[in-house]
């Protein structure tokens, strides 16, 4: 079956630290990665994505993720979080061929920016 | 518009009847997706339009939940002598293409809640 795991619902840290949110999926074929964030009372927002190529993916604000085939990972990492960053973060996967177009989504992790 | 935008924002129906939850995606986009939020958990996948054809609705729970798209831009989720476990958040997203080319937007969602 296919799925997406996020080991941690929730995540508090200390503005200026760092911090890592977990990712792994489960796939037998190739997959599209994305990491979508949701501000509060805002819908979901693209935050960065994995097609092909350089397994390292950055977004504008700083955040990035590194696709790793062969431990089904996507983790997220941030060096220094502000506390706008405060949301939560969803993690999901298409996996390719088949026709589908659906995204699975994991259940997403809470990340609270503490001053 | 602007953007993706679903109404109503909010809606509380008794047990039993029947709503309906309208989604007007952004102009000119092709692809549009419903998907089902409930509480702590990630969106899970309900069904995919490509203009005016379903191409997927492997994810609607019963035959009480009901999707259509008939021009080839509005769409409306319809469930069906709702029950309690259909309260959730019920996102539509689209974009111009496939998602794994091409950002998925997304609704602000519509709050369904049965009582």
């Known amino acids: 079956a296919q799925s997406v795991t996020q080991l941690d619902s929730q995540v508090p840290v200390f503005e200026e630290a760092p911090v890592e949110l977990r990712c792994n999926y489960s796939?037998?074929?190739?997959?599209?990665l994305f990491w979508y964030v949701q501000y509060p009372n805002q819908g979901l927002q693209l935050l960065l994505k994995y097609l092909s190529g350089s397994t390292l993916v950055e977004s504008i604000n700083g955040f990035e993720a590194e696709f790793n085939k062969s431990q089904t990972s996507f983790h997220l990492r941030k060096p220094s979080v502000h506390i706008s960053d405060t949301a939560e973060y969803f993690c999901?996967?298409?996996?390719?061929?088949?026709?589908?177009?659906?995204?699975?989504f994991g259940k997403g992790t809470k990340l609270t920016v503490n001053p | 518009g602007a953007g993706v935008s679903q109404s109503p924002r909010y809606k509380v129906a008794k047990r039993g009847q029947d709503v309906a939850l309208r989604c007007d995606p952004i102009s000119g986009h092709v692809s549009l997706f419903w998907y089902q939020q409930a509480l702590g958990q990630g969106p899970e996948f309900l069904t995919y339009f490509q203009n005016e054809a379903q191409l997927d609705k492997s994810g609607l729970p019963s035959d009480r939940f009901f999707a259509e798209r008939p021009e080839g831009s509005v769409s409306t989720l319809k469930i069906q002598r709702t029950q309690q476990e259909d309260s959730a958040v019920y996102l539509c997203a689209s974009s111009f293409l496939s998602q794994g080319v091409t950002e998925a937007f997304f609704g602000q969602g519509t709050r369904l809640t049965v009582v």
């Open positions: 796939s037998s074929v190739s997959v599209y």
């Open positions: 999901a996967v298409r996996h390719l061929g088949g026709g589908s177009e659906k995204l699975v």
